[in-house]
């Protein structure tokens, strides 16, 4: 919350510049490193070539900001999306508007019409579209995800756009109970990135389900070595 009026600060030249979030990333990384958190990212060759694509990433805590934070420094141009109450959040809200987070009315009739815009853009100014598939958070601590909503996987196609899966260990270092911090570290892995050109609106349902169980296998995966240390 304090950081969010600097954020603003260094900001303000230049509204929702793709630029607001890199720095903003960069300078987050250090105060994560302060609450005894080690971030290892694995498959970062994934984010590299160059083009519009749409991030997806496994929902399981406010804590995700501090993955979102370690891809946005490796990817430069990155637009989240999130739903619009975060916009009147307070002073993060506004931070968040100057850095390029795209807000989601999903009560709106246009909401779908707001995801395919944003996805345009991404398209047109070679952007790296973030989305949280699951729609929100993961109250289930048993290494699963929510059903995948459409939107993210619709607005790949329609742009003629990749899907780049990216999962983020069991946040082991939380006690649930008592919401609190203890020292450790969480794995975000970035899977190769899954082209859409074989796919349409008519197997859509093909294109989530892979996405689904690749992101799945990997949960397990990585969340295991971490629950052993």
């Given at each position: 919350m304090s950081l969010a009026f600097f954020v603003i600060l260094i900001s303000l030249p230049r509204p929702r510049h793709h630029r607001n979030g890199f720095i903003t990333a960069n300078i987050l990384h250090w105060?994560?490193?302060?609450?005894?958190?080690?971030?290892?990212?694995?498959?970062?060759?994934?984010?590299?070539?160059?083009?519009?694509?749409?991030v997806v990433l496994n929902h399981q805590s406010v804590i995700d900001l501090m993955p979102i934070m370690e891809l946005w420094r490796r990817i430069g141009k990155m637009?989240?999306?999130?739903?619009?109450?975060?916009?009147?959040?307070?002073?993060?809200?506004?931070?968040s508007w100057f850095v390029g987070v795209v807000f989601i009315d999903r009560n709106s009739k246009t909401s779908h019409a707001d995801v395919n815009n944003a996805g345009q853009l991404a398209?047109?100014?070679?952007?790296?579209?973030?989305?949280?598939?699951?729609?929100?958070?993961?109250?289930d601590k048993n290494l699963s995800m929510r059903p995948f909503k459409k939107g993210a996987f619709h607005v790949a196609l329609d742009g003629e756009m990749p899907i780049?899966?990216?999962?983020?260990?069991?946040?082991?270092?939380?006690?649930?109970?008592?919401?609190?911090?203890?020292?450790?570290?969480?794995?975000?892995?970035v899977l190769?990135?899954?082209?859409?050109?074989?796919?349409?609106?008519?197997?859509?349902?093909?294109?989530?389900?892979?996405?689904?169980?690749?992101?799945?296998?990997?949960?397990?995966?990585?969340?295991?070595?971490v629950k052993s240390r």
């Open positions: 105060v994560h490193r302060t609450v005894g958190v080690e971030l290892i990212l694995e498959g970062e060759e994934h984010l590299k070539p160059e083009g519009g694509a749409v637009a989240p999306i999130a739903k619009k109450s975060v916009l009147y959040a307070g002073p993060v809200g506004i931070a398209k047109k100014n070679k952007t790296k579209l973030l989305v949280f598939p699951e729609g929100t958070r993961n109250g780049i899966p990216v999962v983020v260990s069991e946040y082991n270092f939380l006690d649930w109970k008592k919401m609190m911090f203890r020292p450790g570290r969480a794995i975000i892995r190769p990135p899954i082209d859409t050109s074989a796919y349409s609106k008519t197997n859509i349902e093909d294109l989530v389900e892979k996405t689904r169980s690749q992101m799945l296998e990997t949960l397990a995966e990585i969340s295991e070595p």
